[in-house]
């Protein structure tokens, strides 16, 4: 099976089922988005491999739900398919952050997104998931897809500010705090 198409040399692509469209469309760069996420999550996760197994399995599992967010995103909705993204998989990590922010102590104020490097990684991140939740809105203004996509980054970014400081626990760092910071949490 050859991995090139030729089709981008025009630049354009093929979404499942096989319509032609842009590649500077919005619904290619919705799933383009999660695409870079999906790597970032794989640098996390080739780091957490060693001291931390449960959770680079766990990120696995994430990086398998991301290809199917992006499944999700390829697909027009007037195809015959079922989508793949499930309400369960936030609940599953809404599961993972209950767990995560119980262990670590409680904040009031602002943190910035810093500590060990697999926590700065998981801040970066947070932050690539919130660009590719505001692609993923800024297509449903175009087109109907599944909102369960849209659900699942909107947690999966607080997911992974709660691994942030799980990180940072697990490593000895302090969190440290935005100086100019009242109190935002209670």
């Known amino acids: 099976m050859k991995i090139y198409t030729k089709t981008g040399d025009k630049g354009m692509t093929r979404l499942i089922g096989g319509q032609l469209v842009s590649k ?16 970032w999550v794989g640098r996390i996760t080739a ?8 959770i680079s399995q766990e990120l696995r599992q994430i990086q398998n739900y991301l290809f ?9 909705a007037e ?21 995560y ?11 910035l997104p810093t500590g060990s490097l697999l926590a700065s990684d998981c801040h970066v991140a947070r932050t690539l998931t919130r660009n590719a939740e505001r692609k993923v809105v800024e297509l449903m203004w175009t087109s109907t897809i599944n909102d369960e ?10 997911y992974f500010f709660a691994l942030a400081r799980e990180m940072n626990r697990l490593e000895n760092v302090e969190d440290e705090y935005y100086e100019r910071s009242g109190k935002v949490f209670r």
């Open 24 to 39: 500077a469309s919005d619904r290619v760069e919705s799933y383009g988005y999660v695409d870079f996420l999906n790597s």
């Open 47 to 54: 780091q957490t491999k060693g001291n931390y197994p449960e």
């Open 68 to 76: 199917d967010c992006s499944t999700d995103l390829a697909t027009p």
């Open 79 to 99: 195809k015959d398919y079922d989508w793949r993204v499930q309400k369960e998989w936030a609940m599953f990590l809404e599961e993972r952050i209950d767990v």
């Open 101 to 111: 922010t119980a262990n670590c102590s409680q904040i009031e104020r602002f943190i």
């Open 149 to 158: 996509v849209l659900v699942f980054l909107n947690r999966l970014s607080d």
